[in-house]
């Protein structure tokens, strides 16, 4: 679905795979959804008895509809991608963190000798 919608292309052979057609940063989050989402589909859940909650309730989907995409379009795949990076970047533990705090790193200048900053 996502070739379909012009977003990505497929590479065959050895280094294939699926490509962006576009920078990460000019795919927005809705584009993506759109492709892979089913079409909108009636609320199952929604009990069709009564006519005015039905409307009532479609209009609220709607609207709630509307401002999730008006959400998704203004995100990036590359806005996603890096606050991605950053929660797997990996954290300092809390020991490691007290020892740089107790012993921190001292920096040489860069006129000082090699054999003077061999301790």
């Known amino acids: 679905r ?7 292309q497929g590479v065959r052979g050895t280094g294939g795979g699926y490509y962006l057609k576009r920078a990460a940063y000019k795919i927005n989050l809705a584009e993506i959804v759109e ?3 089913e079409p909108e589909q009636a609320l ?3 009990d069709t008895s009564n006519k005015h909650d039905q409307d009532l309730a479609q209009q609220i ?8 995409t008006s959400l998704l379009s203004g995100m990036s795949l590359a806005v996603l991608a890096r606050q991605e990076a950053q929660r797997l970047k990996p954290r300092m533990g809390h020991t490691a963190s007290m020892i740089a705090t107790m012993f921190p790193a001292h920096h040489a200048s860069l006129s000082t000798p090699v054999n003077r900053m061999v301790a």
Request: hydrophobic share 50%; aromatic share 10%.
């Open 44 to 46: 199952p859940w929604l």
């Open 2 to 8: 996502l070739r379909e919608a012009d977003l990505v």
């Open 35 to 37: 492709a892979v989402e």
């Open 61 to 68: 989907w709607q609207e709630l509809n509307g401002k999730l």
